[in-house]
Nanobody, 122 residues
């Protein structure tokens, strides 16, 4: 079974950058879309960005446009989320997910990683 493993989270200060990575044990069969979601305490899980393994069709949530960049490396089945100019509102557990058609809702993804914590302090 294909597994997704996130890494790269940590504690940073406002204005700093972090690069999250999600490594798949293989390209999930029938799940060509990789997405990043986040969930802050007491809040719903929300969409951040998505990309296809082909590298086309990137989608971003409005609140991260211009600050976050999603990319993928097919050689080692890794998807990255470069996060710049972080604010305290970006504090959350970040999850990567794989889905057949993608989208902005969690139920549109069938495979999830365990999550990585990002904490931004002022």
């Amino acid at each position: 079974q294909v597994q997704l493993v996130e890494s790269g989270g940590g504690s940073v200060q406002t204005g700093d950058s972090l690069r999250l990575s999600c490594t798949a044990s293989d390209v999930p069969d029938g799940e060509p879309v990789m997405g990043w979601f986040r969930q802050a305490p007491g809040k719903e899980r929300e969409f951040v960005a998505s990309i296809r393994w082909t590298g086309i069709g990137t989608v971003y949530a409005d609140f991260v446009k211009g600050r976050f960049i999603i990319s993928r490396e097919n050689v080692d089945f890794t998807v990255h989320l470069q996060m710049n100019n972080l604010t305290s509102e970006d504090t959350a557990v970040y999850y990567c997910a794989a889905g057949a058609v993608g989208g902005i809702y969690p139920h549109q993804y069938s495979r999830w990683g365990q999550g990585t914590q990002v904490t931004v302090s002022s």
